[in-house]
């Protein structure tokens, strides 16, 4: 399985949640409202990158941990 860097750019979150919603078990909403990673494996690389595209700021950037390859965006 194909592992996961993800990053979440809080200059540009606006706290939509949708990111929670999709992938529960990699992000969560720190205190501020905002994404933040719980897990970066927790979801599927799939549903991460689903994640990721749903996000309406485009504030998550997904990366191949072992090759540093950017995969979203």
């Known amino acids: 399985m194909r592992r996961l860097r993800v990053e979440v750019d809080y200059h540009r979150c606006v706290g939509s949640s949708i ?5 529960p ?3 969560t909403l720190n205190e501020q409202g905002q994404s933040a ?3 970066p494996v927790g979801d599927a690389p799939e549903t991460v990158l689903e994640a990721a595209e749903g996000c309406p700021t ?3 950037t997904v ?3 072992d090759t ?3 995969l979203f965006p």
């Open 68 to 70: 540093g390859e950017q």
């Open 58 to 60: 485009m504030a998550i």
């Open 19 to 23: 990111c929670v919603l999709t992938a």
């Open 37 to 39: 990673v719980l897990d």
């Open 63 to 65: 990366f191949d941990a």
């Open 25 to 27: 078990r990699t992000f």
